[in-house]
């Protein structure tokens, strides 16, 4: 959980020290989202394989080197690579963290207990973005990278000579620190996987995976949801930004911070998901994610900061009701089809296939012109109805395959330690 917890906190940060390189470059702001861009399609390209890699060494070990990865990324923006490449090569690194930290819950725990664990994990990590998007707009306000500037080491050149410089290079300690903390994982006993000696092997068998998760009454609708909930959350997060300095005339400093606040709301809905919810009914929760959709509109008709922050904790905390429970049953389902790593590589596949796509659009319609206010009308639109196309779509399975969904719930239920949540 430490570990987690600080390397989440890194790429937070890392994001909005970026967005700075490019500002610093005088780049168009349709440009910006460029950066989640190239930082997730590692996750799309290498998903058959890091999912394997996961399960053929202990996890603890998988994700000390992703750490390992992600400093050097951090050093080649240093080194003055363009944002955008240096960010992909954090990316890579983020890809082959994630199976690892998220199947090495399924290794820890009994499977009754991973809405809980995912409470926790997810509870953590809001905190880190919290923390990692403020500390990233801390660390570029004038005070405080006005200090950082002007520290100095006898006879080195550091070469860092900008506030987004100084930000990177704080941000590689707190890497460091993530990647100590890897070191003490222990081992968790579970059987290692040994990889394909073939390559397409692993894209064949990767293949199958996808479209085992897919087939599955349970799978398919929490991996539909998921995707869909990243998809639009990396979005979001561009879009907080863009519209906090349209409607209230803040800089990325400020903007950042707020972005930081709809954390809030996240980890007050992962808490009370994980409290409340239980396995068998995480399905329950997608109309929450039409509500979502609804309230990402409100934003058109704010101009005040204290609207703005209950606005953003009120969509976080719907975002983290709703995702908590279908994280924790497309784990379920994926360990019992696929295994765990590679469960994990499957919706990291289609997830960020997702931010892929939700970022192109919305690069696309800022380099048409199209106004922040009409960008947000649009999402919240698609979400609402995207969601709702979900929700239709599960109805339906229900109606028709009662039998085999009425089983795999029971399953769930059989292994879910709270019965009083099914009331």
């Known amino acids: ?12 940060a890392l ?14 702001s349709w440009l910006t989202p460029y950066l989640k861009f190239f930082f997730v399609i590692s996750y799309v390209l290498l998903a058959p394989y890091v999912g394997a890699f996961a399960d053929r060494l202990p996890k603890g070990q998988v994700m000390f080197l992703a750490n390992g990865v992600k400093i050097f990324g951090c050093v080649l923006m240093l080194w003055g690579v363009d944002p955008l490449v240096a960010y992909a090569v954090v990316g890579l690194g983020a890809a082959a963290y994630s199976p690892a930290k998220y199947g090495i819950l399924t290794e820890y725990l009994p499977h009754r207990q991973l809405v809980l664990a995912n409470g926790w994990i997810e509870g953590l990590t809001v905190a880190s973005i919290i923390l990692g998007t403020m500390i990233g707009g801390v660390l570029l306000h004038t005070n405080i990278s006005g200090v950082l500037l002007h520290l100095d080491f006898p006879f080195i050149d550091t070469g860092i000579d900008t506030p987004a410089e100084a930000a ?12 100590l903390f890897n070191l003490e994982v222990p081992r968790t006993g579970a059987t290692l ?39 639009a959350g ?4 561009f879009i907080v930004i863009e519209w906090a300095r349209s409607a209230l005339g803040f800089d990325l400093s400020k903007a950042a911070i707020l972005q930081g606040v709809s954390a809030i709301g996240i980890a007050i809905g992962a808490v009370l998901a994980s409290a409340w919810i239980s396995l068998d009914r995480s399905v329950r929760v997608i109309p929450l994610g039409i509500a979502m959709g609804v309230f990402v509109i409100a934003m058109n008709f704010v101009s005040q900061v204290w609207q703005a ?10 975002a983290g009701f709703f995702v908590v429970p279908m994280n924790a049953l497309l784990q379920h389902r994926g360990h019992h089809l696929v295994g765990a790593g590679r469960s994990i590589a499957v919706q990291n596949f289609n997830e960020n296939s997702s931010v892929l796509l ?17 960008v947000i009308t649009v999402f919240g639109l698609f979400v609402a109805a995207t969601m709702g196309f979900v929700q239709l779509w599960f109805s339906h399975s ?22 009083r949540r099914r009331r």
Not at 5 to 12: E, H, M, P, Q
Not at 363 to 368: D, E, I, K, M, T
Not at 398 to 419: C, I, K, S, T, V
């Open 15 to 28: 994001l909005v020290a970026a967005i700075a390189l490019l500002m610093q470059t005088d780049a168009p």
């Open 168 to 179: 990177i290079a704080i941000i590689v300690v707190v890497y460091a620190i993530a990647a």
């Open 398 to 419: 229900r109606r028709r395959h009662a039998g085999e969904l009425e089983r795999l719930l029971a399953f769930a239920r059989a292994e879910d330690p709270h019965p």
């Open 1 to 12: 959980m430490a570990a987690q917890f600080f390397s989440s906190l890194a790429d937070n």
């Open 234 to 237: 990396a979005t979001l997060q």
């Open 358 to 374: 939700m970022i192109a659009l919305y690069s696309a319609l800022l380099n048409v012109g199209h106004s922040i206010y009409i």
């Open 193 to 231: 996987k040994h990889l394909p000696a073939n390559p397409l092997d692993t894209l064949g068998d990767f293949a199958r995976c996808v479209a085992r998760l897919w087939r599955d009454r349970l799978g398919q609708i929490s991996l539909a949801v998921t995707t869909l909930f990243w998809g």
């Open 309 to 318: 922050v209950g606005l953003m904790i009120g969509i976080g905390a719907m």
